[in-house]
């Protein structure tokens, strides 16, 4: 079904911010690209970052039970034959015999017609994801590897290392940051779908018996981290996965689904997995994965549920429900109503004029104590003050800090200006780190 034109030029609209001002670019693009890869700039480094930063203050450093890991990219195959994904992690795919492009069956409207040129689709095949590589010098069978295409595997592998040396008690997690890759048949949506990706995930080890609740707790964790980015409520949805269409492992899965420009589409996964991974990867490698507690004196393999979260799709849903175009002065402007909590540059500080030394010394006097306390402070003297404004509000920074002549011939402070309001208050100089504390 063709998308409403008004969501299109949502999304065009935003890729061409995001490239504007340096926030994504596509990847290899001075070679004409490589399809569903993509590069980020300062801006989007910095918002990345600030989510990652978040995600890990809230899921890890935030709790008595969490441990982080950060575990190779390439394993050993037999990690991926054990989960499965060897043999079954493969999506269903259809060349046109005319325009001979591909496409996932399952994302079709009709799975005999080429959505692109209306030529005969042929038969579906399956198609593994996933991208193997040999590792050394011979590129026979016993050299084959894969970059993984989630991090969960690198979080089971070291379930052992976890207990050895930290004894914890169940329940606990593991969680890690890290890149995966799959080879997706038809990258799309911008950053939606890409070959190579970021995930945080987290397995969280719980006695059998308990895991309803645990999910339960997940469940609600990912709405306040939501509301903590700055998704808007409303645009979030719960979508229960139905008996038959979960993954192999799972026997309950939530899809948190996101109002992104282009559609309902899935942001997050929560799922209960079982003991189905630790049980496959005891069996596989031959290694004790069981747990012993020590209040029942009983031996067994604990059971797992994982939130998982897609940093790019988290980055694309929090700059959708960001990007905003209002009239302000009479003026149209397009800015980023971002949280200052994810925001790239917290505050800018700029003097009035750029020839005036004075007023530039003064700015950078301000802009020192502000960097040192907050970190993330832009000075900007280039073009003229409405220009600087606009700069900054399309990057979405929550507050600008002017410097003019009150400032230095009265003694009259500076003026604060708030991006959503584009309201001007001018506060004392020896004020203006307390002023930000806390709110950026
Ligand atoms: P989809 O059905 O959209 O392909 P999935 O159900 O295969 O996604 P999971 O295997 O559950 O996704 O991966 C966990 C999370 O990783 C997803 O919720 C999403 O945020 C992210 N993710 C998965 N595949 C991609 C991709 N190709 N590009 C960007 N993010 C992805």
Known sequence: MAKPKQANQKMEDII???????FVFQGSEIYGGLAGTWDYGPYGVALKNNIKNLWWK????GREDMYGVDAAILMNKGVWEASGHVSG?????VECSKCK??????QLDDPKVCPECEGRLGEARQFNMMFQ??????QDESSISYLRPETAGGIFVNFK???DSFHPRLPFGIAQIGKAFRNEIAPRDFIFRVREMEQM?????VKPAEWERFFQEFQKQIHEWTKEIGLEKSHVHELEIADGDRAHYSKRTIDFEFDFPFGRKELYGLAYR????LKAHSESSKTDLSYYDEETKERFIPHVVEPSFGVERTFLAVLSDAYTEDELGGEKRVYLKLSPNVAPVKIAVFPLLKNKPELVAKAREVYAVLKKEFGAVEFDDNGNIGKRYRRQDEIGTPYCVTIDFDTIEKNAGVTVRNRDTGKQERVALEEISEKFKGIV
């Open 16 to 22: 061409s911010l995001c490239k504007r001002r340096g």
């Open 58 to 61: 809230r899921f890890v450093d």
């Open 89 to 93: 992690f493969s999506d269903p795919l």
């Open 101 to 106: 492009r591909r496409f996932r069956v399952d």
């Open 133 to 138: 590589t040999h590792i050394g010098a011979m």
């Open 161 to 163: 290392n976890i207990i």
């Open 201 to 205: 995930e987290i397995e969280y080890f």
């Open 274 to 277: 079982t003991d189905f991974d």
